[in-house]
Nanobody, 126 residues
Framework: VQLQASGGGLVQAGGYLRLSCAAS????????MGWFRQAQGKEREFVAA????????RYADSVKGRFTISRDDAKNTGFLQINNLKPDDTAVYYC????????????????????WGQGTLVTVSS
């Protein structure tokens, strides 16, 4: 599976973006999909994940209420809607996926995902 993330850019605080993650090489309708981000000088952190089986969705506490993860399996594409952007959201955002059905408690662990996109940069100005 190859992943291509897009949709990043420079926005003012309070603005919004919609990130996309296009998958190719294999249909990923049964996969678990996740979004992670890494700010400059910081470790990668979990943002959101969507497990197809059971429809389980998880968010990091820092993004709850502002970020929405979704997916269109017919188009092999995942999305991350980001609203009310804050300067602290500035980071490279990565999408990732695994063919395994992760248990809820493992959906936030990057090591559980085998396939990663190249990342898309989100910069939020204050």
């Amino acid at each position: 599976v190859q992943l291509q993330a897009s949709g990043g850019g420079l926005v003012q605080a309070g603005g919004y973006l919609r990130l996309s993650c296009a998958a190719s090489g294999r249909a990923f309708d049964g996969y678990t999909m996740g979004w992670f981000r890494q700010a400059q000088g910081k470790e990668r952190e979990f943002v959101a994940a969507f497990r197809r089986r059971g429809g389980s969705i998880r968010y990091a506490d820092s993004v709850k209420g502002r970020f929405t993860i979704s997916r269109d399996d017919a188009k092999n594409t995942g999305f991350l809607q980001i609203n009310n952007l804050k300067p602290d959201d500035t980071a490279v955002y990565y999408c990732a996926t695994t063919p395994r059905t992760l248990i809820t408690g493992r959906m936030s662990y990057g090591d559980e995902y085998e396939y990663w996109g190249q990342g898309t940069l989100v910069t939020v100005s204050s």
